[in-house]
Nanobody
Framework: QVQLVESGGGLVQPGGSLRLSCAASGRTFSSYAMGWFRQAPGKEREFVATISGTGSYKDYTDSVKGRFTIYRDNAKNTGYLQLSSLQPGVWAVYYC????????????????WGQGTQVTVSS
C-alpha cells in the first residue's frame, strides 16, 4: 500500500498557474503508475492525467491538453501536476492515485488515493 499526500492547491486567478504535488511513501514509488483526478461539487470524480512508473507514458483528458503537465521525480517519491491557463469558475478537489498496473483513465484502476487538494479559480 502507498500513502499519498497532495499539496499545492489554493485560490488562483483566471489564467494563472498552480503546481500540485503528490508525495508518496514507500521505496517502490517508481513501480506505480500515478494518476490525477478531480471532483467538482455534485459531480463524479473525473480523469485528468496519468503517468507511468518510469514517466515514459503520459495521457491527458482532452480538456487539459496543452495546459496541464504531469511529471514525476521518482528519486523524491513525488508526482506533480502543473496547471496552467486556468479557466475561471473552476472549483474542484484534485486527487492523486497510485496504480499497481498500467497508467489508465479509470479511477477503479487506482488502489491508493490521497486526501485531495482544492483548486479554486476566481478573480
Amino acid at each position: 500500500q502507498v500513502q499519498l499526500v497532495e499539496s499545492g492547491g489554493g485560490l488562483v486567478q483566471p489564467g494563472g498557474s498552480l503546481r500540485l504535488s503528490c508525495a508518496a511513501s514507500g521505496r517502490t514509488f517508481s513501480s506505480y503508475a500515478m494518476g490525477w483526478f478531480r471532483q467538482a461539487p455534485g459531480k463524479e470524480r473525473e480523469f485528468v492525467a496519468t503517468i507511468s512508473g518510469t514517466g515514459s507514458y503520459k495521457d491527458y483528458t482532452d480538456s487539459v491538453k496543452g495546459r496541464f503537465t504531469i511529471y514525476r521525480d521518482n528519486a523524491k517519491n513525488t508526482g506533480y501536476l502543473q496547471l496552467s491557463s486556468l479557466q475561471p469558475g473552476v472549483w474542484a478537489v484534485y486527487y492523486c492515485g497510485a496504480a499497481v498496473g498500467a497508467a489508465v483513465r479509470t479511477s477503479t484502476g487506482y488502489r491508493d488515493w490521497g486526501q485531495g487538494t482544492q483548486v479554486t479559480v476566481s478573480s
